[in-house]
């Protein structure tokens, strides 16, 4: 059965840091592109980051909002994808999700990431930044 579990998330301070973590099951993640998706309240979904699948050339994405504060990357010996959170802002608050890529799976797709591309979704992980 194949799913993915979120973890790592909770309250920290702006300009502090996080590390969340995505493991999965049933699957090897190292072949597929894998996403972190965030939702904050009263907000639709968006596509944050995203990180190829083996055999893929494509580019790591970063939303505008955090490129050069998040960095995606892929455990493979554990089957988990992280996403580290660094100099964290309120408006980085927000439930944040991991999902696998649909057909064609190593490829991370138009970009943002968008949630129809995206399957097999966690149950979330919430941060809240706040003093």
């Known amino acids: 059965q194949v799913h993915v579990v979120e973890s790592g998330g909770g309250p920290v301070q702006p300009g502090g840091s996080l590390r969340l973590s995505c493991t999965a099951s049933?699957?090897?993640?190292?072949?597929?592109?894998m996403a972190w998706f965030r939702q904050a309240p009263g907000k639709e979904r968006e596509g944050v980051s995203c990180?190829?699948?083996?055999?893929?050339?494509?580019?790591?994405y970063y939303a505008d909002s955090l490129r050069g504060r998040f960095i995606i990357s892929k455990d493979g010996a554990e089957n988990t994808v992280y996403l580290q959170m660094n100099s964290v802002k309120p408006e980085d608050t927000a439930v944040y999700y991991c999902?696998?890529?649909?057909?064609?799976?190593?490829?991370?797709?138009?970009?943002?990431?968008?949630?129809?591309?995206?399957?097999?979704w966690g149950q979330g992980t919430q941060v809240i930044v706040s003093s």
């Open positions: 049933g699957f090897s993640l190292d072949f597929y592109a």
């Open positions: 999902a696998v890529r649909r057909s064609p799976s190593n490829t991370c797709g138009p970009l943002p990431p968008a949630v129809s591309d995206f399957a097999f």
């Open positions: 990180i190829s699948g083996r055999g893929s050339d494509g580019p790591t």
